[in-house]
């Protein structure tokens, strides 16, 4: 168990709604990262949050939107959902410092649009 | 930006086999560190073993060992006495060092192994 959690594990919906996804880091951990996982794309780095604020953006959509709260979990939202969204959504944390190298994984969420 | 290149989309070895695991990577960064990670069934990333780019000794941990070429951009791993439980895919992982991780992992592809009883 990394102690990352993320909910839910899977979500169903169909195209045009809108999901948000959790995610609970390590407790100490300040950094929270984004990734998505697909067949044809592989595992794409979206974005990082470190302690409240953004840090960097990779392959993000402007459908998609994340942000940390005060107790450093995490939500990425996504809306306007296609079917190319459909995907597993990985959430990773990582502890402070100046070498934040070291990602812990949660189990991720299936997403699946229909 | 960086790209990670796995060359190998599928490996199958015997059980109690050696089998390397290829990965090549272009960056102009001369700091950064390199990551295998494994994705077993389960979907679950699990670290592997990470190098510091200013290191020259290779990492290694229990039976997973690294060969780090930074000249040639070459980062393979090589797994020893492979067990069924190292089925999984492994994935090639690229992170600057200069940013202090500020924007994440760069993954390749990924090879899936396959350890066969």
């Known amino acids: 168990d990394s102690g990352v959690t993320q909910t839910p594990k899977h979500l169903i919906t169909a195209t045009g709604q809108r999901v948000t996804l959790r995610c609970s880091p390590r407790?100490?951990?300040?950094?929270v990262y984004w990734y998505q996982q697909s067949l044809d794309q592989g595992l794409q780095f979206l974005i990082h949050y470190y302690n409240g604020e953004e840090r960097a953006k990779g392959n993000i959509l402007e459908r998609f939107s994340a942000q940390q709260f005060p107790d450093l979990h995490s939500e990425l939202n996504l809306s306007s959902l296609e079917l190319g969204d459909s995907a597993l959504y990985f959430c990773?944390?990582?502890?402070?410092?100046?070498?934040?190298?070291?990602?812990?994984f949660g189990s991720g969420t299936q997403l699946s649009v229909l | 930006a960086q790209t990670v290149t796995q060359s190998q989309p599928e490996m199958s070895v015997q059980e109690a086999e050696t089998v390397t695991l290829s990965c090549t990577y272009d960056?102009?960064?001369?700091?950064?560190?390199l990551f295998w990670y494994k994705q077993p069934p389960s979907r679950q990333m699990i670290l592997v073993i990470r190098q510091e780019a200013y290191k020259q000794q290779n990492a290694t941990e229990n039976r997973f060992s690294v060969n780090f070429q930074k000249a040639a951009k070459s980062f393979s791993l090589k797994i020893s006495d492979s067990q069924l439980g190292d089925t999984a895919m492994y994935f090639c992982a690229f992170m600057k060092q200069w940013t202090g991780g500020a924007d994440g992992l760069t993954f390749g592809k990924g090879t899936h192994l396959i350890i066969q009883p």
């Open positions: 407790s100490g951990d300040l950094s």
């Open positions: 990773a944390s990582s502890a402070a410092g100046t070498l934040n190298e070291k990602l812990f």
């Open positions: 960056t102009s960064e001369s700091n950064y560190y």
